[in-house]
């Protein structure tokens, strides 16, 4: 072969060389670039299998291919978003189960309190009823502890507690209608004389006193529209009274009936005809039982009568009972104290 062949031929197998390293080494560099996007850790396809890289991988590629791994792995914008949004609708959702049930574990309590505020308020206003109808019944209290003063009864204090104890009287019913009449025919005697000598008789005594001296009386028999019989028998009415009521106290005592037959002989009968002898007990015959006669005094019906306000009631009657007996030990000293006591039967 001649030495310009040989050259040729060197010539052309270097450059056939030199083509084939750059087509091998494009191959190679596509094979590096495909599997780093794909995030290929394990490819089949070893990179020492390519010579000609070797020496230069670690230099050009990381060492290992878990950040490829953890790059892919990490969620787009999109999933990303949705996941933060299930946080938030989990945390939302937790917060809507704790509140509701916190509501419905203050249900019992709110409903407890609010039926605490119903009952308080109708305990109230049943309360505020009974007080208005024991209205009538505190008035006559009150009146009547302003009658006595010292030793001196207030005849204008007298007049006025009579006159509201009469009101009271009449809603008593039947039993007490006949007792409420003729105290109320007395009254009006009293009132009339006090009407005209309201400074002589500013006092029980000084109206009787000036009624005696006008020689409208025999003695001690009074004339029957004087101001003295009307103030005797009211002051025999009270007594009656008294005696019934006292009987009403205790929860176990006689029955109404049983009690105003026996205070009506003790206090009235002694000085009736034979017929008022026959009225007043025939009237009070008709006299209820103790309850009946109870709820009358506190402007109620005997099925809303309590305990509660039963002993409230019972409780005034006692006072207005205790209140009446200074009063009527006063009065009846100063009618016999004038010789005004008349024990003539009407």
């Known amino acids: 072969m001649k030495q310009s062949e040989l050259k040729r031929l060197i010539n052309l197998l270097s450059n056939e060389s030199l083509t084939m390293r750059r087509s091998v080494l494009a191959v190679g560099f596509f094979t590096l670039i495909l599997f780093a996007s794909k995030g290929v850790a394990e490819a089949h396809l070893s990179l020492t299998s390519l010579p000609f890289l070797r020496g230069g991988y670690t230099a050009f590629a990381p060492s290992a291919t878990k950040p490829l791994q953890n790059k892919r792995s990490r969620p787009g914008p999109i999933l990303f978003g949705l996941g933060n949004l299930q946080r938030q609708i989990d945390v939302i959702g937790n917060k809507i189960q704790l509140e509701t049930a916190k509501v419905w574990s203050d249900i019992p309590k709110n409903v407890g309190r609010e039926w605490g505020k119903f009952t308080s308020s109708i305990g109230k206003l049943i309360s505020s009823e009974q007080r208005q109808g024991t209205k009538k ?19 204008a204090q007298l007049l ?10 009449k809603t008593g019913g039947s039993a007490m209608r006949v007792v409420a009449k003729d105290m109320e025919a007395n009254l009006n005697k009293a009132e009339a004389l006090f009407k005209k000598l309201p400074r002589e008789g500013k006092h029980l005594a000084s109206l009787l006193e000036n009624e005696r001296e006008s020689g409208i009386h025999d003695g001690n028999e009074l004339k029957n529209a004087s101001a003295a019989m009307g103030l005797l028998w009211i002051r025999r009415s009270l007594a009656f009274q008294l005696d019934l009521y006292s009987s009403l106290i205790p929860s176990n005592g006689k029955h109404p009936k049983d009690a105003a037959m026996d205070a009506y002989y003790k206090t009235l009968s002694p000085y009736h005809g034979w017929m008022l002898q026959k009225v007043f007990p025939l009237s009070l015959s008709q006299m209820p039982d103790r309850q009946t006669f109870i709820a009358k005094f506190g402007g109620t019906e005997p099925d809303d009568l309590d305990e509660t306000y039963e002993k409230e009631i019972v409780k005034k009657l006692k006072t207005l009972v205790g209140t009446w007996e200074p009063i009527i030990d006063t009065w009846k000293e100063e009618f016999q104290r004038l010789d005004l006591e008349d024990t003539r039967r009407a």
Not at 137 to 155: A, C, H, P, Q, Y
Not at 160 to 169: D, G, Q, T, V
């Open 137 to 155: 019944l505190d008035e006559v209290i009150r009146t009547f502890k302003s009658v006595l003063n010292g030793s001196e009864v207030d005849m």
């Open 160 to 169: 006025k507690a009579c006159r509201a104890h009469l009101i009271l009287m």
